[in-house]
């Protein structure tokens, strides 16, 4: 079975961190770029960030950058979001996606897979 599981998330107070994993079963993410995403309640999904299936481009949504990082382990499988400095706002669903195109930039469209969201909330 094709399936993207994401793990890492739960409650953090803000100021903190958490890295958030997107783990793929039944084929190998070599050829795939990855995105992230976000929904958080009453709102639309949002594109977080990006990496393409080289790992060469990498993309941040304003809101993110500076503040999560992107990244890849081909030999695991597993793609990853390194997010600090968390604020209040960051609370959502976090979902990663796969697509497979050849592409030099990344992309948050035309997705082939998605995993079924782990939930991040910031709170004191």
């Known amino acids: 079975q094709l399936q993207l599981v994401e793990s890492g998330g739960g409650l953090v107070q803000p100021g903190g961190s958490l890295r958030l994993s997107c783990a793929a079963s039944?084929?190998?993410?070599?050829?795939?770029?990855i995105g992230w995403f976000r929904q958080a309640p009453g709102k639309e999904r949002e594109g977080v960030s990006c990496i393409s299936s080289s790992g060469d481009s990498t993309h941040y949504a304003d809101s993110v950058k500076g503040r999560f990082t992107i990244s890849r382990d081909n030999a695991k499988n597993t793609v990853y979001l390194q997010m600090n400095s968390l604020k209040p706002e960051d609370t959502a669903v976090y979902y990663c996606?796969?697509?497979?195109?050849?592409?030099?930039?990344?992309?948050?469209?035309?997705?082939?897979?998605w995993g079924k969201g782990t939930l991040v909330t910031v709170s004191s």
């Open positions: 996606a796969a697509y497979r195109r050849s592409s030099y930039y990344c992309s948050y469209y035309g997705m082939d897979y």
């Open positions: 039944g084929f190998t993410l070599d050829y795939y770029g």
